[in-house]
């Protein structure tokens, strides 16, 4: 199944298509501002309304964010080999700096970050290059701590494409990437049972018509339920985090105006605008001295 939360707290089912939207909210009677995770909470069963006929064009619905505000969204930094070289050619890192979770673990993005994709990203400064990456993402089904990889699997409920947008510069990991619309999900998420292979999913994301990420999931260094194992480590996942798995090479600056198309096999595609602001990161930096 596909599941999309589309104006603001209703809960559907893509159709098969793509185009049509099968309403869940009031078919299963949900009321609550997350209605995915009080779905994955309750005793609800979707199922027997895939077949309905859609109560909605998917063009005349605002899709979100599966999770509107999900507790956490957990990022393995550097899991593809290819951005890592990429990375440490563009001086984002140096040869020395350059870590995996492994070395140093995730870090977080902030869930004020986290929009669908028909919000749109809005590039905060004008003088600052920011850059698209796309990945595989996946929300949690279970509460998880101390779990085994093996284990790891049967927590996840299902998985989602994410594009995770970059400030560059020297601030640490979580700020760069925490500017409000820099974490995109969507558009649904399609339940575990219906991926064969999570490790074997082709991605590719065209800016502008022009092919720039296109990559497999099986040349993640470390796979989902690696993630899931480290970030479970002492630390409760709960039902409803988001947790992402690193984007391959090809990542390039955004401007105003660009559209994004990202699409992730079995998993779905979506269309995302950016947009600008006048606003100059040298002129807005914070100053010492500060008064009223």
């Known amino acids: 199944m596909r599941f999309v939360r589309y104006d603001g707290d209703q809960l559907g089912l893509l159709t098969d298509d793509g185009e049509g939207v099968i309403d869940l909210t009031d078919r299963l009677g949900l009321d609550g ?97 920011t850059d698209h990456e796309i990945e595989l993402a996946f929300v949690m089904g279970e509460e998880a701590k101390d779990v085994s990889a093996e284990e790891a699997w049967d927590h996840i409920f299902g998985y989602t494409i994410l ?45 502008n018509g022009e092919r720039r990420q296109y990559e497999n999931t099986g040349d993640m260094v470390y796979t989902c339920a690696d993630v899931v194992q480290y970030a479970s480590l002492g630390a409760t996942l709960e039902v409803g985090d988001v947790i992402t798995t690193g984007t391959p090479e090809g990542v390039s600056e955004l401007h105003d105006g660009d559209t994004i198309d990202a699409e992730i096999e079995d998993v779905g595609s979506m269309t995302v605008d950016v947009t600008g602001r006048d606003v100059s990161y040298a002129d807005a930096n914070v100053q010492k001295g500060g008064q009223e």
């Open 163 to 207: 594009l995770d947008i970059s400030l560059r510069g020297d601030q640490d990991r979580s700020n760069r990437k925490s500017y409000d619309t820099f974490t995109v999900i969507g558009p649904c998420v399609v339940t575990a049972d219906e991926i064969d292979d999570p490790q074997d999913l082709q991605m590719e994301l065209q800016l």
């Open 33 to 129: 501002d997350e209605p995915l995770v009080e779905y994955i909470e309750g005793d609800y069963d979707a199922a027997e309304y895939e077949g309905a006929e859609p109560d909605h064009d998917v063009d005349d619905v605002e899709i979100g964010s599966p999770v509107g505000r999900p507790g956490k969204v957990i990022a393995a930094p550097l899991n593809y080999e290819n951005h890592i070289e990429e990375a440490i050619s563009d001086k984002d890192i140096t040869t020395d700096e350059w870590f995996s979770i492994k070395d140093k673990g995730y870090f977080l993005k902030a869930p004020s970050s986290v929009v669908g994709p028909d919000h749109g990203i809005e590039l905060p400064f004008e003088d600052r290059r």
